[in-house]
């Protein structure tokens, strides 16, 4: 009970998230926020059964900067949105529901908000490089068509849809937020589609080295049912090359 209601202990594989978070790192994740989730249906669905998810309420919403833990929505397809309960990723949230964010000459933005999102110093080294400096296969991203041509240097604007908010739908933004469409309906797009009203809140995900994170930016948007909860503090450290503990990284914080 306590491991489905309150929190649940994961091991850090990757450095994605440096330098708030170094593989080897064992971090405690709290579901009260945004709040605990059971599965509905986990005793009675079938093999190609989509998971009924039930979001308790927590003590508070998710906030921009928070580190999170989530399920990949695209571990099998990535054309389609599934939720894989065994694939987890950690990622910083930079943009939540209703936000409008856009990556100006590589450093991240929301429109009216002043606030600092994600590892500044990363980005602006990432600024610094040229873009021949940098492999198309992560120079490119999301939606990967030319009828946007976005770029992690110049990203945006992308409105993040909150649940409740009725969007006009053209053959432009389709392509932003078809996957969302199709993962909430569970069926395809009518072709005369012209208004969708959003059943739940989405978030923008990315890592803090953005160097090397496969986050938001080549993915798309995360939906809220495939969080599991915020990153607490790091309560054990171990070097995953020479096995030694890092002591100092013990019951840290993560900020």
Known sequence: LLRVFLFASFKIPSPSMEPAIFPGD????????????????FFSSQKNDRWEIKRFKGVRKIKRNDVLVFNFP?????????LN????YLKRCVAV?????????GIYKVKSCPDVLGNYDNQYRFFQLTAGNIQPEIFNCFPFDSLYNW??????????????DALRIDSAN????GNLIRYET???????????????????????YVFDSRDSR?????????????????????????????WNRFFKKVR
């Open 26 to 41: 064992y971090i405690i994740v709290n579901k009260q926020i945004p709040g605990p989730r059971i599965i509905k249906n």
């Open 74 to 82: 695209y571990e099998s397809d990535g054309n389609k949105i599934e």
């Open 85 to 88: 309960l065994n694939v987890n």
């Open 97 to 105: 529901p209703g936000d409008t964010f856009y990556i100006e000459n």
């Open 151 to 164: 770029t992690v240097k110049s990203f945006g604007p992308l409105y993040v849809p909150k649940k409740g």
């Open 174 to 177: 389709i392509l932003l937020y």
């Open 186 to 208: 569970g069926e395809e797009i009518p072709k005369d589609l012209q208004t969708y009203v959003f059943q739940q809140n989405y978030y923008f995900m990315a890592g803090d």
């Open 218 to 246: 080549y993915w798309g948007l995360l939906p809220e049912d495939h969080i599991v909860g915020k990153a607490a503090f790091i309560w054990k450290s171990r070097d995953m090359y020479t096995g030694k503990y890092r």
